[in-house]
């Protein structure tokens, strides 16, 4: 750091009333070393960071920064203020004002400068010989870290021999200090399990821990400060972090998001470790999000499926609130509103058909978003922004040429790969800045029309139209074969990649609605309610069976299972997997057998009973729901009693309880 502050750059007099005039002042004394090369269109860069997110750190500090093209070289300024400057920090204005200026595209530079000096801030004795300094050069060498602050003095010793002095009480240990992102594909479950389960881990462990959940409605962004002052990183995901570059320079720990449910402890341990022994992540920047999204040697198969899941957890909104406003004008006008004229031309206040047709048509427009959506976010996901305009071009020509949800699919990847290609064509450097805005999207979008009007979209448009008419045509025997693999898929890993993938088939075939793809996603996800449902069942008929902690996650399992959060059963999976996860296979496995049988229908992507009045045969759905409930406690029950828990937390063959006995169990049910 010592490069990057001199003493032309350390103001102890700042004369200046306001943020703005305080970054204007030392950004000055940049331009004066040549450092900064444009003085207005710097403090524009400077404003536009501060307008997303105020500066202001506890202690009377503020550290203004941002990354501009108008930089030369990482910087840094500091200025002491007469009187405190309004810094958005909760404790009130700042008196130490540091301005840091980083080249555009210097990501990790940036952040290891604020990193360092946020450390640095912690210290009361660094802050304090700031406010007492009177020389630059000195108070320049102390901010690089060149000399140590001096200690705060010894009290004086003023007791007498009768009378020794009372100890001084030992400093409170700085606290170890983490940040976390959490995000799975639906950002509905996983994330949020995660992030709890994360926190929950922190308090046990001592560790101060601040968790970003990236979820499907969005997110809200962690403090620039907060990450500044992390000592470490943890990543459980299974979706591309967004804005992964924040996070750079830091020791990092980068795993699935079902690590962060089952593990968090050990996560928190490893990220210490890495600390410890200094490994940091390298420079943000130099691959597309997904590359730089997984750890070492993470291979092209997982690559590909976090591609694709990005997509869907994109388009699930869209679904949820096409399918649900879809639904609801079906149950209010019948199954004519369809027909129904535009709400635009023909609308009567007083006619609930109006209504319903409102409902409909306004439905109807958010699925028209679903393909473009799904291939813009899969291009996204590989490729980041530049993906998307040829990612939402392609899904548009998929609509057109009725190449539907697998044109999608194709649309994304073709143009994430070809953004991917043209980035790595190395340009002049008179072109680089028009390159995102203009040539990329210019040239790809190009390529992804040729290809799918005229390659691949046709083949991609009949192998489409082959399995809506297989999905229409589906009856009998055929129909609860493949109810009864959906239901294992959904119920084998609880939320994970197969589980995903069929909740994804069920959801593309909503793109384009038959009775077959209704049939599906009413199969889908009365299969993924029945885990969660059954542990819940399963820990109320045999409660001797469970555990304390695990029968209270019981209480919780009859809500999750019941709003289809098949997540739900990951704590009893997690302790028992060999017992609860056949258990729940088999379950998941009758109740989608008997839903497509029942021939039961939904056009909502999710609900559970909260959507029983828009499932097509309610009763006969609600009755393939218990039934396969019914089957996977019993199955439960049925291993534990034989084997006993087999979690480790008991002797074999019996359970374990508060008390720490263990009584005898039957061998039967």
Not at 75 to 97: K, Y
Not at 253 to 268: F, S, T, Y
Not at 323 to 333: K, P
Not at 466 to 485: E, K, P, R, Y
């Amino acid at each position: 750091m010592s490069d990057m502050i001199t003493a032309d750059l350390v103001d102890l007099d700042l004369a200046a009333q306001t943020k703005e005039a305080a970054a204007r002042s030392l950004a000055e004394r940049m331009v004066a070393l040549g450092r900064v090369t444009d003085l207005d269109g710097f403090l524009a860069d400077v404003a536009a960071r501060e307008a997303q997110m105020p500066t202001g750190l506890d202690g009377g500090i503020g550290i203004p920064h941002c990354r501009s093209e108008h930089v030369t070289e990482p910087t840094l300024a500091f200025g002491r203020p007469a009187e405190g400057i309004d810094f958005g920090a909760p404790d009130g204005p700042a008196d130490l004002i540091f301005l840091i200026a980083a080249p555009a595209g210097a990501d990790d530079a940036h952040l290891t400068i604020l990193s360092a000096l946020a450390r640095r801030l912690m210290d009361p004795d660094f802050t304090a010989a700031l406010r007492a300094a009177t020389d630059p050069a000195a108070t320049a060498s102390l901010i690089s870290g060149d000399t140590e602050p001096p200690a705060a003095p010894e009290p004086a010793a003023t007791a007498t021999a009768e009378e020794p002095p009372p100890a001084a009480a030992p400093a409170a240990p700085v606290p170890f200090r983490v940040v976390a992102v959490t995000s799975c594909p639906t950002g509905i479950a996983h994330t949020y399990m995660a992030a709890e389960a994360l926190e929950q881990a922190g308090q046990a462990e001592g560790v101060e821990i601040v968790v970003e959940p990236q979820g499907s409605a969005g997110f809200t962004r962690l403090d620039p400060a907060v990450i500044a002052a992390a000592d470490g990183v943890i990543f459980a995901h299974d979706v591309p972090v967004r804005e992964k570059e924040r996070f750079a320079g830091k020791p990092t720990v980068d795993v699935g998001v079902k690590a962060g449910i089952n593990r968090p402890a050990e996560l928190l341990a490893e990220v210490r470790d890495k600390a410890a022994r200094g490994e940091t992540t390298a420079p943000a920047g130099t691959g597309s999000p997904v590359d730089e999204a997984g750890g070492p040697g993470e291979g092209y198969g997982t690559k590909l499926r976090k591609w694709l899941m990005s997509g869907v957890s994109y388009m699930v909104p869209f679904v949820a609130a096409g399918g649900l406003l879809i639904a609801l004008g079906f149950a209010i006008g019948g199954y004519t509103i369809d027909k129904a004229p535009s709400v635009a031309e023909h609308f009567v206040w007083t006619d609930s058909t109006s209504w319903a047709a409102l409902l409909f048509q306004v439905g109807g427009l958010a699925f028209s978003f679903l393909v473009p959506v799904l291939a813009g976010y899969i291009a996204y996901g590989m490729a980041d922004r530049p993906g998307l305009v040829p990612g939402f071009v392609g899904g548009s020509i998929a609509l057109t040429i009725n190449a539907g949800f697998l044109g999608g699919l194709a649309a994304g990847l073709i143009a994430g790969g070809t953004v991917m290609a043209i980035q790595r064509v190395r340009v002049p450097a008179a072109l680089r800045g028009i390159m995102p805005v203009v040539v990329i999207p210019l040239i790809s979008s190009a390529v992804v029309g040729f290809l799918m009007f005229l390659v691949v979209g046709k083949p991609i448009a009949e192998l489409q139209k082959a399995l809506t008419d297989w999905l229409s045509g589906l009856s009998g025997a055929n129909a609860v074969i493949l109810g009864v693999v959906l239901g294992l898929m959904m119920c084998f890993d609880l939320g994970g990649p197969l589980n995903k993938v069929a909740y994804a088939f069920a959801v593309g075939g909503l793109a384009n609605p038959n009775d077959g793809s209704l049939k599906v996603m009413a199969a889908v996800m009365a299969a993924g309610m029945v885990p969660p449902l059954a542990m819940a069942l399963a820990t109320v008929v045999r409660g001797g069976l469970f555990n304390r902690t695990e029968r209270e996650n019981g209480k919780a399992a009859w809500v999750l299972g019941s709003s289809f959060i098949t997540e739900g059963a990951i704590p009893f999976a997690a302790a028992d997997p060999l017992r609860v996860i056949p258990s729940a296979m088999a379950g998941g496995a009758v109740t989608g057998a008997l839903s497509m049988l029942f021939e039961c229908t939904l056009r909502a992507p999710h609900g559970g009973i909260f959507v029983l009045p828009l499932i097509g045969n309610p009763v006969l759905y609600l009755i393939a729901i218990l039934a396969g409930t019914a089957v996977s406690a019993a199955l439960v029950i049925l291993l534990k009693g034989m084997g006993g828990r087999g979690d480790g937390k008991a002797v074999e063959g019996t359970p374990a309880t508060e008390s720490g006995t263990a009584p005898k169990v039957p061998a039967t049910v």
